[in-house]
Nanobody, 122 residues
């Protein structure tokens, strides 16, 4: 399994951006994929997760209503649509795979992707 996150960049506050996470390796038995982020000086936090079928998803309160996670299993990708971006969303964003949405935490990740930087200017 090789997860690769891409799509980060610089965007103005109030703008939108979509991140994508692609699995270019073998099919993973991990059924959930999540997006974590880490801002400077802060701990890495889980902000969104989705199960294999896409029928179960969860969001951190800080992004609920603004971010939407989705997956396309035919393309082996998981997307994170981010709207109404705020400067406090500035962070390095990582995608990761785990056993389930409920079990996915920073300490229970099976595979990590490399990060992609998002910077939101005010």
């Amino acid at each position: 399994v090789q997860l690769q996150a891409f799509g980060g960049g610089l965007v103005q506050a109030g703008g939108s951006l979509r991140l994508s996470c692609a699995n270019s390796g073998r099919t993973s038995t991990s059924s959930a994929v999540g997006w974590f982020r880490q801002a400077p000086g802060k701990e890495r936090e889980l902000i969104a997760a989705i199960n294999w079928s896409g029928g179960i998803s969860s969001y951190a309160d800080s992004v609920k209503g603004r971010f939407t996670i989705s997956r396309d299993n035919a393309k082996n990708t998981v997307n994170l649509q981010m709207n109404s971006l705020k400067p406090e969303d500035t962070a390095i964003y990582y995608c990761a795979a785990g056993s389930s949405v409920a079990a996915l935490t920073i300490h229970r990740v099976d595979y990590w992707g490399q990060g992609t930087q998002l910077t939101v200017s005010s």
